[in-house]
């Protein structure tokens, strides 16, 4: 069946440091991918996604290109913020009909000043 | 302003009690789902409902139970049959169709059993 990994956290990093979240995925066909965000307390919100090989979504600096060869779709953003401290979940959509995602674990973004 | 509610944000119950989490939306969307989410182990699928009156099993069905009389309402039963019923609880829903439409969340009940 589908799958998704991510890389564990909790992620620490300093204010404009580089972030990287890596996500992997297993599935058949071509599936769609998508990071969600998850601030304290919240439910999640959509923060980018990815409908086909070699497309790349951003929103809000973050940026994600879906690698069709290494089966990825990593979370990258240039300078982060203390704002942007949350759970961040990979996802994917398969191709079985309907509109059920498959989540990662989440991985924990902390950033401090 | 158009979104999800769950309600209520917290919940305490007994062990061996039922007990009826809410979902309602007014985005007019056709499809609902509930996840619920355990620490260190994401969010997992338990029902969800492309169309009123029709509803499928997700992959953690056992326990709980579903209905959808009305587009707008999502009601989750978490029933003493569920052996680890202490989690967060999310609602969603979405455009249905083959796109890829986003599906939006509801700030989540957290449900505690003792």
């Known amino acids: 069946g589908d799958s998704v990994t991510q890389m564990e956290g909790p992620v620490t990093l300093s204010e404009e440091a580089f972030l990287t979240i890596n996500c992997t995925y297993t599935?058949?066909?071509?599936?769609?991918l998508f990071w969600y965000v998850q601030y304290p307390g919240e439910g999640l919100q959509l923060l980018l996604k990815a409908t086909k090989a070699d497309d790349k979504g951003s929103n809000k600096g973050f940026e994600a290109t879906y690698r069709k060869e290494t089966t990825s779709f990593h979370l990258e953003k240039g300078s982060v913020q203390v704002s942007d401290s949350a759970v961040y979940f990979c996802?994917?959509?398969?191709?079985?009909?309907?509109?059920?995602?498959?989540f990662g674990t989440g991985t924990q973004l902390k950033v401090e000043l | 302003d158009g979104g999800i509610t769950q309600s209520p944000k917290y919940l305490f119950r007994k062990e061996g009690q039922n007990v009826t989490l809410s979902c309602e939306q007014n985005l007019n969307h056709d499809a609902m789902y509930w996840y619920r989410q355990d620490p260190g182990q994401g969010l997992r699928l338990i029902y969800y409902?492309?169309?009123?009156?029709?509803?499928q099993k997700g992959d953690i069905a056992e326990g709980y139970s579903v209905s959808r009389e009305k587009k707008e309402s999502f009601p989750l039963t978490v029933t003493s049959a569920q052996k680890n019923p202490t989690a967060f609880y999310l609602c969603?829903?979405?455009?249905?169709?083959?796109?890829?439409?986003?599906?939006?969340f509801g700030p989540g009940t957290r449900l505690t059993v003792t």
């Open positions: 599935a058949t066909g071509y599936p769609s």
């Open positions: 409902s492309q169309i009123v009156n029709d509803f």
């Open positions: 996802a994917l959509r398969g191709r079985g009909g309907g509109n059920k995602l498959t």
């Open positions: 969603a829903s979405s455009t249905s169709g083959l796109q890829d439409y986003e599906q939006y």
